[in-house]
C-alpha cells in the first residue's frame, strides 16, 4: 500500500493535465456509439405513453377499448394515476401505456384513447405575485435576515430588523431599487428519458438513460419487488440528463410491468413534448431587490423579497443563495411559493445557482450603472462580501477575464456606447460558485500478466470526457500511455460508484481510479523491487518501465513486470466514500464570466460578439475536455440568457412550445465567440480535483444580462431576454 | 401515424389519378418536412399520401420564351438557392437562406414551403387552427393584421411574401385531369373562416405543379426578416419589396409584402403607395412601415410586432434601393 494517495507534480505529469481526445470521440460522431434510444432488442414492444391534455383536472374516465382495438396494439396499461377521480396537476402527466408491434401503431392506439374529466382551475403565470395571491396558490417560501447590530433582549425581532435596514437605508450613499426574473427552462434532453427492458429467467435487464447506473437497479427493485442484485441497468453513451436522469421514472417501471405481463422486451422512450412536459424542468424565480452601498459601491445592506415555482408542490428558487456570492453584512431575504400546474421541477445544472446569480448580480451591475461607475468596478469592490473564501481567486480571474475580452478599452458608461445604425454594444459580468466534492466511488482493476490493463467502474459518462479521464489517471499512475487500458463503465454490476450530479463524478472517478492505480502499482513494485534486487520505496512507473527513480538504468519493461504476477490476473478494488478527506480532491471552484454583446435596439434581437469564461476547478486532468465542458455550460446559458423558456398558456396551462421547432435553443450561429480560460495556478493545482461540471453554466445569464443593460442603458429584467422583452423595457424607459 | 396507402406517379396525369376528391383523404408528399411531422402527431390523417417527388416535370428550373423563370414544385430549396437564373431575384434567395438549415434546404421543396400549415402552436398541440384560445392566450407570436375573424395564425411561407411581391403566378392542375390554371400567389391564399377550409385555395384534387417569376425587368427586391436566433427558426416578421426606380432614382412601381403577420402574406399598398413618387432614404422606408402597419390590430401579447413588422418594411426597402438597413 503506498503510504499516502496523492498526484505527481506538473512537470512529473505525463498524461495527468494533457489534452487527449476523448476515447469515445469517434464512436460517437461515427454514430458507432449505442446510446439508449439506439437499443433495440429482438422481438421487442414499442410503447407509447398517453399523457394528460388538462392542466388541472379530476378524471371521470378513461377508456382505452379503442387503442386496445387498435391493430398492432399488443398491450394497454393504464397507470395508476389514470384511474378514476384522481386529481392531475400538470398537463402531460402520463395516464396510459400502449404497446404495439410498431411505434406508429401505438402512437396510433394512443389516438384512439378517450378520456372525460372534471376540469379545475388552472394556474401557470408564475411570475405574476398578485395573480397567484388572488388565486390562493400562495404559500411562505422562508427567508432569513441577518444584521451586524443585534437586537436588544427586549427587541422585537422582525421590528428590530426592520428599523435596522430602514436606518441602514438611509445611511447608504446609493439605494438602488430593482425587478429581476428568469422563466423556467427545461433540461430538453435531445436522448429523451426511457429505457429498454427485459426480463431474462425472472431478472431484469434494463438499458437506461441514466446518470445513475449504480443507483437506479434499487429503484426498479423497489418498485417491482425484486431486489437489486436481479436488477441490470446499463448505460454506455446518454444524450443528456442535466441533473433530471437519476431514477427509473415511473415511466421505466411500466415499461418492466409491461414486459413482464407480455414476455417481451419493451421500448419506451418519452415523447419528444413528453420530454419537455415531464423529463425536467428549472424552477423560475423573480425578485423585488433594494440595496444600499456605500460610496465605493459595496453593498452594506440587501433587501429581497422573491418568488417563484417548481411546479404543483410550490418551491421555487432558495433564498439561501440570495443574494449570491456577494453577501453583505445586513441583509433580509424573503421568499414566497407559487404552486403552478406545471410538472414538478427537477435538479437543472447547478440547482438555484443560476437563477439566483441572475437574480442578483444584474441588481449589483444597476448598482454600476445608477452611480455611473464601471461595472468591473463596482463587482471588483464587492468581493469583500465573498462569502466562500475565493476573494483573491475572483480578483484573479476578473483580472484574466478583462484581457481577454478586452475590458477596459471596450467599457463605456451604460447605454452611452456609440451606436452603429440601431446597433448598441455592451459588456457584462457574473461570478460564481460551486462544491464539486468527490463522490462514493469504487474501482476493480485487472491487471494481467501479459500487461493488460482493464478498469471496472459502475459510473456513467454524460458526455463529459469521464471515460477519457479515468484512462488518463490509470495510465499516468501506471506509467502507460491512455490506449493500453481499457475503461469499463455504464454498468451496474461493476464496482458502485455515485450518480452524477452535483458535479461530483471527475472527483468520484479520480479518486477510486487514482486509489487502485496506486494500489495496483505498488505491488507489481513489490515484485519488480525483488527482480531488480532493489527497495520497492525507489521505484516509479514511467513509460511503460518499472525503474528505480534514482538510476533509471535499473528497470524492467511493463510488460516484464507483470509476467511476474502469475497465472491470474492481480485484481485491487479501491474506495473513496464521500466526505473522507484526501490529498486527492477538493470542494469549492469559482469562475468569473464577460460577455460582450450587440443589440438592434429597433428589434430587441441580441447577439453574443464574444463570452469569456475563465474557471478554476483545482488540478485539471485533461484541459480539453475541461474546456469543452465550458464551452458547453456557456452555449447553454447563452440558450437560456435569450432563448429558453417553457411558455405556458394562462388560460389553458399548456405547454404551448414543448417541442425542439419552438422550444428555442441556440445554434452555433448564436453563439459567438466563446473563449475559455482554465485558471489553474500551482496554489489551485494543489488543492487536487474537482468538479466543474455545473458551475460554468451559472453565470451566462448575469452576465449577458448585464451586457445587455450596458448597451441599452436600460434593464430587460427578465430572462430569457426575447425581442419582445427588449422592445418592452425600452418602450417603458 | 395512421397507416396510409402510398402512391408513386410519374406524370401530372397521374398525380390526378390518384388524387381524391374528399377533403383530407389525400396528401400530397413533396420534402415531407412539414408533412411527415404532422402525421405522426396524427394532426393530419390521409389515407394516401402522393409522392409528386418522382415526377420529372415538376423537377426543372426552365427559362420560358418570355424570359419568365418556370420552377417545378418539386424542387428543392437548395437548387434554387445555387441556380444562376435566380441571381436576379435576389428576394426569393434572401428568404430561403434566411431557413438557415441545410437539410430543410435540401429536403425541403418549393411546392411545400409555400402549401406548409401554420406553425401555430395551438394547431400543432391538436387544438385546432382556428378558435378563441389565441385571443388571450399565449400569442406572441400571431397575427398582428387580418386577425378580426376566427384565424389568428400568421402563415408560415417565408418565400411566398417575395414571390408576391415579385408579381409571380402558380400554376395548379386538376380536379379534372385536363383541368390546368395559372393564379397570382397574390389571389392563392386566403383566411380561413370555417374548420373545413385550407390556408389556400386549392380543392383536394389541386396540386400546384409550378412557380412563375416574370422577368424581373429592371426592378429591385429585396426580403428582409427579423429573426431572433440563426436556427431554422421562422422569422418573428418579415418584408420583401419590390421596387422599380425611374432614370433619377425616383420609385415608380413599389410592392410591399410582409410575412409572418397575418393568416396569408400581407400585401401592403399602404406603404407601396407611400413609396411611389419618391426617392427611398431612411425617413421615407420608416413612413412606408409606418404605413404598412397602420390597420394593426394586434392581440394581447404582440404588441412588440407592430414594432417588428415595421421595421422589417423599411429595412426592406432600404435593402432593394441598395442602402444599408441600419441594423442586424
Ligand atoms: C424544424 C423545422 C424548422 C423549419 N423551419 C422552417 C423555416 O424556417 N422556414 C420555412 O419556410 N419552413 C421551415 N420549415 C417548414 C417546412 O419544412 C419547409 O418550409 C419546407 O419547405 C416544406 O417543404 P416540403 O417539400 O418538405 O413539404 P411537405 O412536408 O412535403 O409538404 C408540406 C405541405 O404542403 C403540401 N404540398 C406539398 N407540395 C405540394 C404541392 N405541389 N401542391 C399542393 N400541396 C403541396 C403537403 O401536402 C403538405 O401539406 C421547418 C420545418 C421543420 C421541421
Not at chain 1, 505529469?13 to 487527449?20: E, N
Not at chain 2, 394586434?298 to 410586432?305: A, D, G, M, T, V
Request: hydrophobic content about 40%; some cysteine.
Amino acid at each position: 500500500m503506498p503510504e499516502e494517495y496523492s498526484w505527481p507534480s506538473r512537470e512529473a505529469s505525463a498524461v495527468i493535465g494533457k489534452v487527449h481526445d476523448r476515447l469515445d470521440g469517434v464512436v460517437k460522431s461515427t454514430g458507432a456509439a449505442k446510446y439508449t434510444y439506439d437499443v433495440n432488442l429482438k422481438n421487442q414492444l414499442i410503447a407509447v405513453a398517453y399523457g394528460s391534455p388538462y392542466a388541472h383536472c379530476k378524471i371521470k374516465s378513461l377508456d382505452v377499448s379503442g387503442a386496445e382495438k387498435t391493430p398492432g396494439v399488443v398491450h394497454v396499461e393504464v397507470l395508476p394515476q389514470g384511474k378514476k377521480d384522481t386529481e392531475i396537476e400538470w398537463e402531460g402527466e402520463l395516464l396510459a401505456v400502449v404497446a404495439a408491434e410498431s411505434e406508429a401503431a401505438a402512437r396510433e392506439g394512443v389516438s384512439k384513447i378517450k378520456i372525460t374529466v372534471e376540469e379545475l382551475d388552472v394556474f401557470a403565470d408564475e411570475s405574476n405575485l398578485t395573480a397567484a395571491e388572488v388565486a390562493g396558490r400562495t404559500g411562505k417560501g422562508g427567508g432569513k435576515a441577518e444584521t451586524v447590530n443585534e437586537p436588544g433582549d427586549d427587541d422585537d425581532e422582525d421590528e428590530f430588523v426592520e428599523k435596522e435596514l430602514q436606518r441602514l437605508f438611509d445611511e447608504s450613499k446609493y439605494v438602488l431599487e430593482g425587478e429581476y426574473g428568469i422563466d423556467a427552462i427545461t433540461h430538453c434532453c435531445l436522448e429523451p428519458h426511457g429505457a429498454t427492458v427485459q426480463w431474462k429467467d425472472g431478472k431484469l435487464e434494463a438499458y437506461l438513460s441514466t446518470q445513475n447506473v449504480s443507483g437506479t437497479d434499487e429503484g426498479f427493485a423497489r418498485d417491482l419487488e425484486l431486489t437489486a442484485d436481479d436488477v441490470h441497468v446499463q448505460c454506455e453513451y446518454i444524450g443528456g440528463g442535466f441533473g433530471s436522469k437519476f431514477a427509473p421514472d415511473y415511466w421505466g417501471i411500466a415499461a418492466a410491468r409491461i414486459s413482464k405481463a407480455t414476455g417481451r422486451p419493451v421500448k419506451l422512450m418519452l415523447q419528444r413534448d413528453q420530454e419537455l412536459k415531464l423529463g425536467g424542468s428549472r424552477p423560475s424565480g423573480y425578485i423585488k431587490v433594494r440595496l444600499g452601498a456605500d460610496e465605493n459601491g459595496v453593498v452594506q445592506v440587501w433587501d429581497s423579497l422573491q418568488w417563484g415555482s417548481s411546479g404543483f408542490r410550490g418551491g421555487g428558487v432558495s433564498h439561501s443563495v440570495i443574494p449570491y456570492v456577494l453577501v453583505p453584512p445586513n441583509y433580509r431575504r424573503v421568499s414566497t411559493t407559487i404552486k403552478s400546474n406545471t410538472a414538478n421541477a427537477r435538479a437543472w445544472r447547478a440547482p438555484n445557482h443560476p437563477q439566483a446569480c441572475a437574480m442578483s448580480q444584474t441588481a449589483l451591475d444597476d448598482l454600476a450603472a445608477k452611480m455611473g461607475a464601471d461595472s468591473y468596478d463596482v463587482f471588483l469592490a464587492n468581493l469583500v462580501n465573498a462569502t466562500n473564501g475565493k476573494a483573491e481567486v475572483y480578483r484573479a480571474e476578473m483580472e484574466v477575464g478583462a484581457k481577454l475580452i478586452d475590458w477596459k478599452a471596450k467599457w463605456h458608461p451604460h447605454g452611452k456606447g456609440p451606436s452603429r445604425g440601431a446597433i448598441v454594444d455592451g459588456l457584462g459580468m457574473g461570478l460564481h460558485t460551486w462544491g464539486g466534492t468527490a463522490n462514493t466511488s469504487s474501482c476493480l482493476l485487472k491487471i494481467y500478466p501479459d500487461g493488460g490493463v482493464e478498469s471496472f467502474c459502475g459510473t456513467q459518462d454524460l458526455g463529459t470526457g469521464t471515460r477519457t479521464v479515468c484512462a488518463q489517471v490509470l495510465a499516468e499512475t501506471l506509467g502507460l500511455e491512455v490506449g493500453q487500458v481499457k475503461v469499463n463503465i455504464g454498468s451496474s454490476r461493476y464496482p458502485n460508484s455515485g450518480a452524477s450530479g452535483g458535479s461530483t463524478t471527475v472527483g468520484a472517478v479520480c479518486e477510486s481510479h487514482r486509489r487502485a492505480g496506486q494500489d495496483a502499482v505498488a505491488k507489481v513494485f513489490d515484485l519488480a523491487a525483488r527482480e531488480l534486487g532493489v527497495d520497492a520505496s525507489v521505484l516509479e512507473a514511467v513509460g511503460g518501465q518499472i525503474r528505480d527513480s534514482a538510476n533509471h538504468q535499473k528497470r524492467i519493461s511493463w510488460r516484464k513486470a507483470c509476467s511476474l504476477i502469475g497465472l491470474k490476473p492481480l485484481e485491487v478494488t479501491s474506495n473513496y466514500r464521500r466526505g473522507d478527506e484526501s490529498p486527492l480532491t477538493d470542494s469549492g471552484v469559482g469562475g468569473v464570466q464577460m460577455a460582450h454583446v450587440e443589440v438592434d435596439k429597433e428589434t430587441g434581437v441580441i447577439k453574443i460578439k464574444k463570452f469569456v469564461a475563465v474557471q478554476d476547478q483545482g488540478l485539471v486532468i485533461n484541459p480539453k475536455t475541461c474546456k469543452s465542458q465550458i464551452y458547453g455550460a456557456v452555449i447553454m446559458g447563452i440558450a437560456a440568457a435569450l432563448y429558453e423558456q417553457r411558455v405556458t398558456d394562462p388560460q389553458s396551462g399548456k405547454f404551448v412550445n414543448a417541442e425542439l421547432s419552438d422550444y428555442k435553443l441556440a445554434r452555433l450561429g448564436d453563439v459567438g465567440e466563446i473563449v475559455v480560460e482554465l485558471y489553474e495556478p500551482d496554489s489551485e493545482r494543489i488543492r487536487g480535483v474537482i468538479g466543474n461540471g455545473e458551475p460554468p453554466a451559472i453565470s451566462p445569464k448575469a452576465a449577458i444580462a448585464n451586457a445587455v443593460a450596458n448597451a441599452l442603458g436600460v434593464r430587460v429584467p427578465t430572462i430569457p431576454m426575447t425581442p419582445k422583452r427588449v422592445l418592452d423595457a425600452l418602450a417603458k424607459a | 401515424m395512421k397507416a396510409f396507402e402510398y402512391a408513386a406517379p410519374r406524370t401530372e396525369a397521374e398525380i390526378l389519378q390518384v388524387m381524391s376528391a374528399e377533403p383530407g383523404a389525400t396528401e400530397v408528399l413533396a420534402g415531407g418536412t412539414d408533412l411527415v411531422g404532422l402525421m405522426k402527431k396524427m394532426l393530419v390523417t390521409p389515407d394516401r399520401v402522393v409522392n409528386i417527388m418522382d415526377v420529372p416535370t415538376l423537377k426543372t428550373i426552365d427559362e420560358l420564351p418570355d424570359g419568365s423563370i418556370s420552377i417545378g414544385a418539386a424542387v428543392t430549396l437548395d437548387l434554387i438557392l445555387d441556380h444562376p437564373y435566380l441571381d436576379v431575384y435576389p428576394a426569393v434567395k434572401q428568404a430561403i437562406r434566411g431557413i438557415n438549415s441545410m437539410q430543410l434546404q435540401c429536403q425541403g421543396t418549393l411546392g411545400g414551403e409555400i402549401c406548409q400549415r401554420p406553425r401555430c402552436w395551438f394547431y400543432r398541440n391538436g387544438l385546432g387552427l382556428l378558435g378563441t384560445q389565441a385571443d388571450q392566450g399565449a400569442n406572441q407570436y400571431h397575427a398582428i393584421l387580418g386577425n378580426a375573424g376566427p384565424a389568428k395564425f400568421v402563415n408560415s411561407s417565408r418565400i411566398a411574401p417575395a414571390l408576391i411581391a415579385l408579381d409571380a403566378q402558380v400554376r395548379v392542375i386538376g380536379p379534372g385531369e385536363e383541368d390546368e390554371a395559372w393564379l397570382p400567389v397574390s389571389e392563392f391564399f386566403r383566411t380561413p373562416r370555417h374548420d373545413g377550409q385550407r390556408e389556400h385555395v386549392l380543392q383536394p384534387q389541386q396540386v400546384v405543379t409550378h412557380v412563375i417569376l416574370p422577368p424581373i425587368a429592371g426592378r429591385t427586391c429585396a426580403t428582409y426578416e427579423v429573426r431572433d436566433s440563426e436556427g431554422p427558426d421562422y422569422p418573428l416578421a418579415a418584408a420583401s419589396v419590390a421596387l422599380r426606380f425611374d432614370g433619377f432614382g425616383i420609385i415608380h412601381e413599389a410592392k410591399v409584402v410582409m410575412g409572418q403577420v397575418a393568416p396569408t402574406p400581407w400585401n401592403s399598398q399602404e406603404a407601396a403607395r407611400l413609396l411611389i413618387g419618391h426617392a427611398v432614404d431612411s425617413q421615407r422606408a420608416e413612413q412606408a412601415g409606418l404605413a404598412a402597419v397602420r390597420m394593426a390590430s394586434p392581440l394581447s401579447e404582440n404588441q412588440y410586432k407592430v414594432q417588428l413588422a415595421k421595421v422589417a418594411v423599411k429595412r426592406a426597402v432600404l435593402l432593394a434601393a441598395g442602402q444599408d438597413p441600419g441594423g442586424f
